[in-house]
């Protein structure tokens, strides 16, 4: 059973950057896609970034492509968001996740991170 734990959320202004990292334990994190997810207050889940278990080729949401970056090490079992020039519209809870696909549909992953609370000002 993988446990995953997010870190890295917080309070940052606009245009800032944040760098979050997930944890992984209990099983193969190599073995395993990693996704990146947010949810904003009476918003749907939206799709981040995914990065594939193997080439580590990464896919990224409209909204965010060009600002933030997903990467991950092995050898550490941790996957990594990093957040550039953020803005308000990206204050959200950020979630990650592991499955068999680098995909953009949430139902595909099997485990999931608790969150963390990204809050950007204005």
């Known amino acids: 059973q993988e446990r995953l734990v997010e870190s890295g959320g917080g309070l940052v202004q606009a245009g800032d950057s944040l760098r979050l990292s997930c944890e992984v334990s209990?099983?193969?994190?190599?073995?395993?896609?990693m996704g990146w997810f947010r949810q904003a207050p009476g918003q749907e889940r939206e799709f981040v970034g995914t990065i594939s278990a193997s080439s580590g080729t990464t896919h990224y949401g409209g909204s965010v492509k060009g600002r933030f970056t997903i990467s991950r090490d092995n050898a550490k079992n941790t996957g990594y968001l990093q957040m550039n020039s953020l803005k308000p519209e990206d204050t959200a809870v950020y979630s990650c996740?592991?499955?068999?696909?680098?995909?953009?549909?949430?139902?595909?992953?099997?485990?999931w991170g608790q969150g963390t609370q990204v809050t950007v000002s204005s």
């Open positions: 209990g099983g193969p994190f190599s073995n395993y896609a």
């Open positions: 996740a592991l499955g068999i696909y680098a995909s953009a549909t949430a139902e595909l992953y099997n485990y």
